[in-house]
């Protein structure tokens, strides 16, 4: 069965500093990834999304994730966090055929401080 | 145009009550998803519906059961609530075949179970 990992349960990052998340799924067949983001008090949001082409795609807000196959990753990242940034982050994959439901991972909080 | 819409978004149940969760979609979806979220556990999926009249459990069903008698809606139903099921319960919808580039989320119903 496809799985999800999120190695990082809780992030605590200053403003301006690099924010690296990082996801990897376990299943070996053509998937789509993608990041949602849930801000406090609101429901999920779409932050990117990979199905194919250049492995490094740019989402909404400034951030971006890299796909390496090799390595079954799908890393978040972003240049310099701001205190708005502050949200609990989710990784999904799904088999490229979209017949089978969207797996999460368990979800990475980060909490940005002035 | 609603997308997905989930009623009703705030409910407190005494242990051993019964309620339905509806969740409806505009967007004629042909697979349609129920999913809790639990601190650290991220969303997992309860049960999934790929059409009318059809539904299939997912990771965590017990103590729920779903109906999908008409295609733009998807009823979670807990016949006896426990504490256990205090949760954010979204719901979704996706159209079969795309990889998971429908798949819209609802805004969420929270659950208390005292």
């Known amino acids: 069965a496809q799985s999800v990992s999120q190695h990082n349960h809780h992030v605590i990052l200053s403003e301006a500093a690099s924010l690296e998340l990082g996801c990897n799924y376990s299943?070996?067949?053509?998937?789509?990834l993608f990041w949602y983001v849930q801000y406090p008090g609101q429901h999920l949001q779409l932050l990117l999304k990979?199905?194919?082409?250049?492995?490094l795609v740019k989402g909404i807000k400034g951030f971006e994730a890299e796909f390496i196959k090799s390595k079954f990753s799908f890393n978040l990242r972003k240049p310099s966090v701001q205190w708005s940034d502050t949200a609990e982050y989710f990784c999904a994959v799904i088999l490229n055929s979209g017949n089978t439901p969207l797996v999460f991972g368990k979800g990475t909080r980060l909490s940005v401080i002035a | 145009n609603a997308g997905v819409t989930q009623t009703p978004k705030f409910r407190v149940l005494k242990t051993g009550q019964s309620m339905t969760l509806l969740c409806a979609q505009d967007m004629n979806h042909e697979y349609m998803y129920w999913y809790r979220q639990d601190p650290g556990m991220g969303l997992r999926l309860i049960h999934y519906?790929?059409?009318?009249?059809?539904?299939a459990k997912g990771e965590v069903p017990d103590g729920y059961n779903v109906s999908r008698l008409k295609k733009q809606n998807f009823l979670l139903g807990l016949e006896s609530a426990a504490p256990s099921q205090t949760s954010v319960y979204f719901c979704?919808?996706?159209?079969?075949?795309?990889?998971?580039?429908?798949?819209?989320f609802g805004s969420g119903t929270r659950l208390t179970v005292v």
């Open positions: 299943y070996g067949g053509t998937v789509n």
């Open positions: 990979y199905f194919s082409g250049d492995p």
């Open positions: 519906s790929v059409g009318e009249g059809t539904t």
């Open positions: 979704a919808s996706s159209v079969p075949g795309t990889g998971g580039r429908g798949y819209t």
